[in-house]
Nanobody, 115 residues
């Protein structure tokens, strides 16, 4: 069994920063890609950022230059540093890890950007 747990969401003013963290535990074996999706109100879920086991990153165009993803392979954790937040970044953020081409998901953490 695999558990994926996110933390770090909350309410922040436009222009502010938040750091999301995600930890995987349980039957962990050869973790591949890790990353974050989000679902904004009334919209489809979208990929925010991903990182391979080798450290290659990719970002949604809307967050490039503002968000930074990082991972610690020894601890099976992945973080998302979010700066210069905008109201349109509001949504539920979901962490995932890939093992054997299967995605394991966290329960989601709410991020609200509002004045």
């Amino acid at each position: 069994q695999v558990q994926v747990v996110e933390s770090g969401g909350g309410l922040v003013q436009p222009g502010g920063s938040l750091r999301l963290s995600c930890a995987a535990s349980g039957s962990i074996f050869r973790v591949g890609a890790m990353g974050w999706y989000r679902r904004a109100p009334g919209k489809e879920r979208e990929l925010v950022a991903g990182i391979t086991s080798g450290g290659t990153t990719n970002y949604a165009n809307s967050v490039k230059g503002r968000f930074t993803i990082s991972r610690d392979n020894a601890k099976n954790t992945v973080n998302l540093q979010m700066n210069s937040l905008k109201p349109e970044d509001t949504g539920v953020y979901y962490c995932y890890i890939e093992m054997r081409f299967y995605k394991y998901w966290g329960q989601g953490t709410q991020v609200t950007v509002s004045s």
